[in-house]
């Protein structure tokens, strides 16, 4: 088993750039894929970005590709999105996920272990 937490949210003024982190705790982290997931007010929780246990594989939403990074250090037990070029619609809350069994998976229902989430506000 694995606990995630995440941090770094916040709010930035839309063209600006955060960085999310996901601290993993419990069982080794590189055991997971791992995965970044959000989630806006009166919708339904949508994949961001996926990474392999190892990190040689990543993966993108069609809506993030060449403006999010997502990276990870197994040796820290954490993986980081790095947000840049933000805009209003990518407000919502992040949430970090694992799973160990799941290869490229974008369906919130293949993970099994989730964050507490950590709020992001773009404003325009």
């Known amino acids: 088993q694995v606990q995630l937490v995440e941090s770094g949210g916040g709010l930035v003024q839309a063209g600006g750039s955060l960085r999310l982190s996901c601290a993993a705790s419990g069982r080794t982290s590189s055991t997971y894929a791992m995965g970044w997931f959000r989630q806006a007010p009166g919708k339904e929780r949508e994949f961001v970005a996926g990474i392999s246990r190892s990190g040689g594989s990543t993966y993108y939403a069609d809506s993030v590709k060449g403006r999010f990074t997502i990276s990870r250090d197994n040796a820290k037990n954490t993986v980081i999105l790095q947000m840049n070029s933000l805009k209003p619609e990518d407000t919502a809350v992040y949430y970090c996920?694992?799973?160990?069994?799941?290869?490229?998976?974008?369906?919130?229902?293949?993970?099994?272990?989730w964050g507490q989430g950590t709020q992001v506000t773009v404003s325009s």
């Open positions: 996920a694992a799973d160990p069994t799941v290869v490229r998976a974008r369906n919130p229902a293949a993970y099994d272990y």
